[in-house]
C-alpha cells in the first residue's frame, strides 16, 4: 500500500506470519511523517535502511542511524520522525512478551540502540524468512537466535554457553522432520516434543549434520518433487503434495538446489 501527499511518500506493508511470538511485521518508506507519541503492548525491533530516525524514549532522544539494532520495550511511550531530508526506510518485528519478558523493560529502556553487526545482519536474515511463505521453520529458527542476542545485550549474564555435540539429540529432530516432510515440524513444538530449547537443538543439528533444519527440510522436499516431476506430474500439483506452499516457494528451492525450474526438470527428463 502506498500514499503520497503533497511531494511526501508513505509506502507501508503489514502481516502477521504464521511464527509464533511474532505479532505483526511492519514495513515502510516515509518522508516528512512524523509519530507523536504512543505505546505498544509488544516488544518492537526495528532496522532502518536508509536514512535515519530520531525518536524520544523515556525523555531522552534517540537516533537510528542503519548500521543500528533498535528494541523499544511495551508500554513505554516513544514518538519518531525522519532524522535526514530524505525521510527513512524501516523494517519491524513485533515481538510478543513471550520473546522478551518484562523484567528486561528497564534495561531496554536505558540502552535501546545496539551497535552489534551480527544483531542487525539476522535481523535483517529474519526479515527475508519471515517475507516467504511457507519458510515459517527458518523465521523460527532465525527469531530463536536474534531473541538469544538480544537478551545477551539486555542480561550479560544471560550469553550463551558454547555449543556442545548432542548427537543424540540431533538425530532426534532429525526422525521428526523424516516423519513430516510435507506437514513441517514447527520449532517450537519440536523443542517442546524433545525437551530442549530451540536454539540447542538448532545448534545440536546443525553441528551433527552440517545443515540447519529448515534446510534440511527443503532437501527432503526437493528430493519427493524430483520424484513425482520424473513421473509425470506437474510443478502445480507437486508444489502441495511435497509440502511447499504455492508453486513460488516450490520453484525457488528447487533452482536453489538442483540449478533449473521445476518446469525445466520436468520437460527435459527421460522417459
Not at 8 to 24: F, H, I, K, L, N
Not at 70 to 88: K, R
Not at 178 to 184: I, L, N, W
Request: glycine share 8%; proline share 9%; with cysteine.
Amino acid at each position: 500500500m502506498a500514499a503520497r501527499q503533497k511531494g511526501t511518500r508513505r509506502e507501508v506493508s503489514a502481516w502477521r506470519p504464521s511464527v509464533p511470538g511474532v505479532t505483526e511485521v511492519f514495513h515502510a518508506h516515509f518522508t516528512e511523517y512524523a509519530y507523536p507519541m504512543h505505546v505498544h503492548d509488544a516488544w518492537t525491533l526495528l532496522i532502518v535502511d536508509d536514512g535515519a530516525v530520531r525518536y524520544d524514549l523515556d525523555r531522552h532522544e534517540h537516533g537510528t542511524p542503519h548500521d543500528t539494532v533498535t528494541l523499544l520495550p511495551p508500554h513505554v511511550p516513544h514518538n519518531g520522525s525522519p532524522a535526514t531530508p530524505d525521510g527513512f526506510r524501516k523494517r519491524v518485528v513485533y515481538l510478543d512478551s513471550s520473546r522478551l519478558g518484562e523484567d528486561l523493560i528497564g534495561r531496554a529502556v536505558d540502552t535501546p540502540d545496539l551497535r552489534d553487526p551480527v544483531l542487525r545482519r539476522r535481523v535483517g536474515q529474519l526479515h527475508s524468512a519471515l517475507a516467504r511463505p511457507g519458510d515459517e521453520l527458518e523465521a523460527e529458527s532465525r527469531l530463536t537466535f536474534v531473541g538469544e542476542r538480544l537478551r545477551t545485550h539486555l542480561r550479560p549474564s544471560a550469553a550463551p554457553a558454547p555449543p556442545r555435540p548432542d548427537p543424540a539429540l540431533a538425530r532426534a529432530l532429525r526422525e521428526l522432520l523424516d516423519a513430516r516432510v510435507v506437514e513441517g515440524l514447527p520449532l517450537e513444538e519440536g523443542a517442546r516434543l524433545l525437551h530442549a530449547h530451540p536454539a540447542h537443538l538448532v545448534r545440536a543439528f546443525s553441528g551433527a549434520y552440517g545443515i540447519a533444519p529448515h534446510q534440511y527440510l527443503m532437501s527432503r522436499r526437493v528430493g519427493q518433487a524430483r520424484r513425482l516431476l520424473l513421473d509425470g506430474l506437474a510443478p502445480g500439483e507437486v508444489a502441495p503434495a511435497t509440502g511447499f506452499y504455492d508453486q513460488a516457494h516450490l520453484t525457488r528451492h528447487f533452482k536453489k538446489l538442483v540449478g533449473v525450474t521445476p518446469g525445466r526438470y520436468r520437460a527435459c527428463a527421460r522417459s
